[in-house]
């Protein structure tokens, strides 16, 4: 029977797929316009609007996207980067290194914060190995959507569904799944996304040297010293083989030994201990040496790469400054600053004297390595002008992370064994961590994604509006109607294509509040377990490569790769179709 109530739902969702497609309004936006017209005409009540803000699955969101922030700002991951792509040098070794590491990190932290790691990790590899970031960056968002399917943690699409199967009434007391229910699909499509990505994905992937060009040639080059530490792995090392030419746009321009100046550096020159290097790189580049494996020191540092927190920051000298004429060994920036010069520019001028030697002029630039009282102490400076924060260093005591990575390990494993709940264990953790200061409490709204939490609530609202309504029904009957003739199969199939062409289109989350209730409410009518139901509207919205509005992934890397929707579709089509493929045959043995 048609009603008011159903025409109304129908037009609500309508509107939300006009509004997601042609990006009229934000996501979050169009789903609240939505809920409150459904709440304005009676269709949902103030509570059943509102519910969502209980779900403990918004909730464990939340704190997986703190505890990832907290893991971020520590040196942990870009250790592990370190010591894993150390001997990367070639594309293909990049590539299947990058891809087991970071779908494995993925399936026990939600991808998207590790995405925002590697990139920069990534893009400081492009650019030291002359390779267009265009060849990776896809490949690193893929890997993220692959790793994070495989668990109920690894994306928050899965989250969302688990959400939604919590908060349903269509069938009572069906269980939550459970974080490890997702990897009889995931692990397998992981080894199969593999080995697609790394045999076609060098053919596939589009190489734009262009924008290797525009991000190098936008940055000012640095001179920074570097010394030779004892023990380091250059010792005895020609300057050919320390591998020192082929780092891009870091470039050896002069090594002073014993006080000689050589500017012409031969590459059959050997390297010794105590032995100053300069270079000259982009700022990015410069920071990363403050991590470097090589065995070089910044002799200008000292003891302020010993403080917990550190960054590197870029100045540029005023015009009225006191320190115009005076030598850096002159102005002593550590006593007045909190910090350490370790690197100049100087527009069309080369500098020959050693760094401390340099007189100051107006509108030099300098890269200095401050302390946490650096930014306090120059706060009423009129000597220079602060440009940015290059990088953050922070670092936490080897016990913090132990606690902090073991303890999101050990959340899990006892969730998974029904031992405590996923929200008890990361809420202990969390607390840990701000009790342990491992990180601030003020920083933490930061990296709450307020636009999800309520995407989320909402989406949970127009499920319930659906289902009340009776639009999740009719929408049910239609879809046996047209595929039960290709048997149960065949209707997972049919869930499957509309949702990721719904997730490709308007988001995987409002793919997921239009499809989660029609397609649970399929099961019952075809009397079928539903718990295949309910992962293939997960699989189909969060493994969806086809567009860059597909998963949040996608867009961060559309913008700096250079990406074009055709460039999506050619690489992520195929691997979207494999995917169906194998979720629907292995959900097909397991359950039917």
């Known amino acids: 029977m048609i009603t008011f109530e159903l025409i109304l739902v129908f037009t609500v969702i309508v509107f939300i797929l006009v509004s997601l497609y042609k990006e009229l309004l934000g996501a979050s936006f ?25 779900n403990e699955q918004i909730a464990v969101i939340i704190m997986l996207l703190l505890l990832g922030d907290i893991i ?11 010591k894993l792509f150390r001997k990367a040098r070639s594309y293909k070794g990049f590539m299947r290194r990058m891809i087991l590491l970071v779908s494995g990190f993925s399936a026990l932290l939600n991808n998207t914060p590790l995405v925002a ?116 792995p250059l010792v005895g090392k020609t300057i050919e083989e320390s591998g020192l030419r082929n780092i891009r746009d870091l470039h050896l321009v002069e090594i002073v030994r014993k006080g000689k ?45 010993r403080k917990k927190h550190t960054e590197v920051v870029e100045i540029v000298i005023s015009h009225n400054s006191n320190l115009i004429n005076k030598s850096l060994r002159d102005v002593n920036f550590r006593a007045q600053y909190d910090a350490a010069v370790i690197a100049i520019h100087r527009n069309e001028e080369r500098i020959t004297s050693t760094l401390r030697d340099v007189r100051l002029k107006a509108g030099d630039v300098l890269l200095l390595f401050g302390g946490s009282d650096f930014l306090s102490r120059a706060y009423n400076t009129q000597d220079f002008y602060f440009i940015s924060t290059v990088k953050q260093f922070e670092k936490l ?76 029904s009719l929408v049910a009957d239609m879809f046996i109607a047209v595929f039960t003739p290709l048997g149960d199969v065949g209707v997972l199939l049919g869930i499957y294509l509309v949702t990721t062409v719904l997730a490709a289109l308007i988001t995987n989350k409002a793919a997921v509040a239009l499809i989660f209730p029609i397609s649970l409410t399929i099961s019952v009518e075809l009397g079928l377990d539903p718990f295949p139901f309910v992962l293939v509207v997960a699989y189909a919205s ?32 195929p691997l979207t179709f494999l995917y169906m493929v194998v979720t629907v045959t292995i959900l097909s043995l397991i359950y039917f």
């Open 30 to 54: 169009t789903f609240m316009v939505a809920v409150v017209t459904l709440g304005f005409f009676g269709v949902l009540t103030p509570r059943e609007m509102l519910s969502g803000f209980a």
């Open 397 to 472: 005591e080897d016990y913090k992370v132990v606690i902090l990575l073991g303890g999101l390990i050990t959340a899990i494993i006892l969730s998974a064994l029904n031992v405590i709940s996923l929200f008890m264990g990361l809420l202990i953790l969390l607390l840990l961590s701000l009790a342990l200061k491992m990180s601030n409490p003020k920083d933490l709204p930061k990296a709450i994604d307020y636009d999800l939490a309520l995407i989320i609530v909402m989406s949970l609202a127009l499920g319930t509006a659906m289902i009340k309504s009776g639009a999740a």
């Open 542 to 573: 969060a493994a969806n490569f086809m567009t860059p509005h597909g998963y949040q992934t996608n867009l961060m890397v559309y913008g700096p790769g250079g990406y074009t929707y055709r460039d999506f579709f050619r690489v992520g089509a």
């Open 117 to 232: 790691v590697m990139m920069p990790y990534m893009n400081t590899w492009c650019k030291r190995n002359n390779i267009s970031p265009s060849k990776l960056l896809m490949p690193l968002s893929f890997a993220a959507i692959l790793g994070g399917c495989a668990t109920l943690i690894g994306t928050s699409t899965n989250l969302i569904v688990n959400g939604l199967l919590i908060d349903q009434e269509i069938i009572p007391d069906l269980a939550p799944l459970r974080i490890f229910d997702f990897v009889w699909v995931g692990i397998p499509m992981v080894v199969i996304g593999f080995f697609y990505l790394y045999i076609f994905g060098e053919k596939l992937l589009p190489s734009r040297p262009e924008l290797l060009e525009e991000f190098t040639g936008q940055h000012r080059t640095y001179l920074v010293e570097t010394v030779v530490r004892p023990g380091s």
């Open 261 to 305: 100046h050589m500017f012409v550096v031969s590459n059959s020159m050997v390297i010794e201990e105590e032995d100053m290097l300069v270079f000259a790189g982009d700022k990015d580049l410069v920071a990363d040496l403050m991590k470097n494996n090589m065995g070089l020191t910044l002799p200008s540092v000292g003891m302020l790469s």
């Open 72 to 82: 971020r700002k520590t040196p942990v991951i870009e250790i592990i980067f370190d």
